[in-house]
């Protein structure tokens, strides 16, 4: 086995103090980032990215993939403990966590929370260790066009699979396109879309508009619902943890089922909230305590977590090995690594083996020192929320503000990030999905540049993307998730009238 | 509830904003074409011109605009969008964050978040001032040593950082 030899080459590189130390940081700094509103882990990593310019990139990636993991485990912290769903991906916690706690029964959701966590990550980074390197080697043959249809497939992911009307996501989506086109254009050199605006040479930074519209509209939202935190207490000791373990094999079926649908859905752009959601549903249906789901069920907390963790993780395995992010975070991740001059996709398996091993080695060692974290500091978390939300909004704006300045050192992102905050409130209250604005943003040029590539080899013809079997297939499979929501209401309306009544 | 027009239960409809939200979107997609047709849309010497592809987005992103604000105004749902007191809730955040943004480039990042801080918690917090200073100050100051002393990234500085050399 050629990738446990690299993986243990990967420990090696990770195993130092120094990056001990930063993994520890990383994940404390996560989950104070996934605990409060207004900064989560697409932001989050956003901000604090600048920072690492200067750190080595084994060093950064390890740093920011541990706030993403500590992101991803804070958000069951406000879910049990207050009945706020920190993130997105955490709300299908709230439905039988909460009432656990009511029940005063939150150390044991907590760690069913924080295990399930763990075990998730676990199961879609051995499948990122296994298949990233066959997915990276196979890739690695990819012409144009079929770079171009993966880019294509990922995008159509987001019509097919998404809850919102499927016109919204593609008017979301070709808005963070026509963004990413403006400036100068990557293949020929020339200025487009800035309409005389000095400002607008470099084009829009899709860090500035993560933070605007995950961090300064969720801020809004916030101030909008007038939230106040009234929280259960919460303490986990040694015994609580060791009965719930003790308890937690027997829904070994279920954890299963929601590492399968996590990894699926976050290796297809779907992303860790959806996992969550279906992961639920689908436990609920198949449990023997079903009926009892919603009124304080421990399986009703793994089930949600479990698949949230695995899609958050595995979300990274197309964005090393394609090039192609999963989720927002990722994203933002993978902007970091063309920052730190490498080039994401599969040559980075062969290039940067160094740094590729260290980051799949060190998610293995943060999700088991995040899982000690959160284990040991609930108390500590849960304090963080109780501080009120006119100190804490005004020093995330602060913090939001510093980001997006030092993106560029240009107090024009700034003021980018206003105005990106408040079209995220408006998008969001209209129920437009934020997430595909964010991706085609950061994937617009290299989108662009493989489908006018292609045309150059094709002369203009659009047969290209059907010119061999591997291509056509990928390309089959986007129109599919394209007209998904179509072909499903077509079938719909078909079967009704059959249906005896 | 009253029929007072600040009360709870007036605010503007969620389908108009809709309507408002899709001629928005609408209009930048009117403007990815009209750059796009100044660039050249064609085929040019090294394949696609500039405009070529934006072109197309811009098209996309205009006919779905369309689709959606007439969807809105039909379908859409009759509910508050939000209520007047909740729009105060988030102006309360937008104004003085326009504010904010507007001054860093004379005063410089750090007193202006001061301010920003102190204003917020007298205003919507109404806390005491040896709290509110503590943390108006503290954090800038917190700030200053994290980025400017540790991790070597300057940030906007005005006449008060001038005035005591930093």
Same mark, same amino acid.
């Given at each position: ?6 993986l243990?080459a990967g420990?090696a590189?990770v ?6 130390l930063?993994?520890?940081?990383g994940? /404390?700094?996560g989950?104070i ?5 207004g900064? $989560?882990?697409a932001?989050?990593v ?5 920072l *690492?310019?200067s750190?080595?990139p084994?060093?950064a990636?390890?740093?920011l993939?541990?706030?993403? %993991?500590? !992101?991803l485990?804070? =958000?069951a912290?406000t ?6 769903p920190?993130e997105?991906?955490?709300?299908? *916690?709230?439905?039988?966590?909460h ?8 150390g044991?959701a ?9 075990v ?6 051995? /499948?990122?260790?296994?298949? !990233? ?5 196979f890739?690695l043959?990819f012409? &144009?066009?079929e770079?171009?249809s993966?880019f ?7 019509v097919?699979?998404?809850? #919102?009307?499927?016109t919204? *996501? ?6 963070g396109?026509a963004?990413?086109?403006? $400036?100068?254009?990557?293949?020929t050199?020339q200025l487009?879309l800035t309409?005389?605006s000095?400002?607008l040479l ?5 860090l500035?508009a993560?933070?605007g519209l995950? $961090?300064i509209?969720?801020i809004?939202?916030t ?28 829904? %070994?079926?279920?954890s299963?089922r929601?590492?399968l649908i996590g990894?699926w859905?976050g290796?297809t752009p779907?992303?860790a909230?959806?996992?969550?959601f279906?992961?639920y549903?689908?436990?609920?249906r ?13 399986e009703?907390?793994?089930?949600? #977590?479990? !698949?949230?963790h695995?899609a958050g993780?595995? !979300? ?5 090995s ?15 690594l063309?920052i %730190? =001059? ?5 040559l ?8 590729? %091993?260290g ?6 060692l ?7 974290i ?9 304090a963080?929320?109780r501080?009120p939300?006119?100190?804490i909004?005004?020093?995330i704006l602060v ?5 997006a300045? *030092? ?6 992102? /700034?003021?980018?990030?206003?105005v ?8 969001k209250?209209c129920?437009? &999905? ?13 989108a #662009?540049e ?12 659009l047969?290209?993307?059907f010119s061999?079997?591997l291509v056509?297939t990928i390309? =089959?499979?986007g ?5 998904w929501?179509?072909?499903s209401?077509?079938?719909?309306r078909l079967?009704t ?5 | 509830?009253?029929d007072? @027009?600040?009360g709870?239960?007036?605010?503007? +409809?969620q ?5 408002g939200?899709?001629a928005?979107?609408a209009l ?9 047709? +100044?660039v050249?849309?064609?085929w ?7 405009g ?15 689709y ?6 039909t379908h859409?749902?009759r509910?508050?969008?939000a209520?007047w007191?909740q ?5 309360k ?6 504010i904010?943004?507007g001054?860093?480039p ?11 801080i ?5 205003w919507?917090?109404?806390y ?11 954090l ?13 990234? @300057? ?5 008060l950082?001038?005035?005591l050399?930093?």
């Amino acid at each position: 086995m050629e990738a446990i030899g690299d993986l243990m080459a990967g420990f090696a590189v990770v195993l130092s103090w120094q990056n001990l130390l930063y993994m520890v940081i990383g994940i /404390v700094l996560g989950v104070i980032i996934g605990v409060l509103p207004g900064l $989560g882990g697409a932001n989050g990593v956003a901000i604090l990215l600048p920072l *690492t310019f200067s750190m080595s990139p084994t060093s950064a990636i390890i740093l920011l993939s541990c706030i993403y %993991w500590g !992101a991803l485990f804070g =958000g069951a912290i406000t879910s049990i403990l207050f009945n706020i769903p920190g993130e997105p991906w955490s709300v299908a *916690t709230t439905f039988d966590g909460h009432p656990m706690a009511q029940n005063g029964k939150a150390g044991e959701a907590l760690t069913a929370a924080f295990t399930s966590s763990f075990v998730g990550a676990l199961f879609a980074v051995i /499948v990122i260790t296994l298949a !990233a390197p066959l997915v990276a080697s196979f890739a690695l043959q990819f012409g &144009p066009a079929e770079k171009f249809s993966v880019f294509f497939l990922a995008f159509c992911s987001f019509v097919g699979m998404g809850k #919102e009307p499927p016109t919204k *996501t593609i008017a979301a989506m070709m808005l963070g396109f026509a963004l990413a086109a403006v $400036g100068t254009d990557t293949v020929t050199g020339q200025l487009r879309l800035t309409f005389g605006s000095h400002e607008l040479l470099s084009g829009f930074d899709f860090l500035v508009a993560v933070i605007g519209l995950f $961090g300064i509209g969720e801020i809004l939202l916030t101030m909008e619902e007038g939230l106040s935190f009234k929280g259960k207490a919460a303490s986990i000791n040694p015994t609580v943890v060791w009965q719930t373990w003790k308890e937690l094999p027997r829904y %070994w079926m279920t954890s299963l089922r929601s590492c399968l649908i996590g990894c699926w859905m976050g290796i297809t752009p779907a992303g860790a909230t959806p996992a969550s959601f279906m992961s639920y549903g689908i436990a609920k249906r198949t449990s023997r305590k079903g009926d009892k789901f919603g009124s304080g069920e421990i399986e009703g907390v793994i089930a949600p #977590e479990t !698949a949230a963790h695995a899609a958050g993780t595995s !979300a990274l395995l197309p964005m090393l090995s394609l090039g192609v992010p999963g989720s927002p975070t990722a994203a933002v991740l993978l902007g970091g690594l063309l920052i %730190w =001059g490498l080039q994401p996709g599969p040559l980075l398996f062969v290039e940067q083996k160094d740094f590729v %091993w260290g980051l799949i080695a060190s998610m293995y060692l943060g999700n088991i020192v995040g899982l000690i974290i959160v284990l040991t500091m609930v108390p500590f978390f849960a304090a963080i929320l109780r501080v009120p939300f006119s100190i804490i909004a005004p020093i995330i704006l602060v913090i939001c503000a510093i980001g997006a300045y *030092t993106v560029h050192n240009n107090t024009f992102d /700034v003021v980018m990030m206003l105005v990106f905050g408040v079209a995220g409130y408006f998008l969001k209250k209209c129920n437009y &999905p934020l997430a595909p604005l964010v991706l085609a943003i950061v994937l617009g040029d290299k989108a #662009e540049e493989s489908f006018r590539q292609s045309l150059l080899i094709s002369q203009g013809g659009l047969g290209v993307f059907f010119s061999n079997g591997l291509v056509s297939t990928i390309m =089959g499979l986007g129109l599919v998730a394209l007209f998904w929501p179509a072909l499903s209401n077509l079938y719909a309306r078909l079967l009704t009238p059959a249906r005896p009544t | 509830m009253s029929d007072s @027009p600040d009360g709870p239960s007036n605010g503007p +409809r969620q389908h108009l904003v809709e309507v408002g939200v899709a001629a928005a979107m609408a209009l930048l997609g009117i403007i990815a074409i009209i750059g796009s047709l +100044r660039v050249g849309t064609g085929w040019g010497a090294e394949g696609p011109k500039s405009g070529f592809f934006p072109f197309w987005i811009g098209l996309i992103v205009v006919v779905t605009s369309l689709y959606n604000m007439v969807r809105a105004y039909t379908h859409g749902s009759r509910k508050l969008f939000a209520n007047w007191m909740q729009i105060a809730q988030v102006l309360k955040v937008v104004l003085p964050l326009t504010i904010y943004v507007g001054i860093i480039p004379w005063i410089g990042i750090y007193l202006a978040s001061a301010l920003l801080i102190a204003g917020f918690m007298r205003w919507i917090g109404r806390y005491g001032w040896p709290l509110t200073l503590a943390i108006s100050i503290g954090l800038p100051v917190l700030t200053y040593f994290t980025f400017e002393m540790w991790f070597l990234v @300057p940030l906007p500085k005005g006449p008060l950082e001038d005035m005591l050399g930093l």
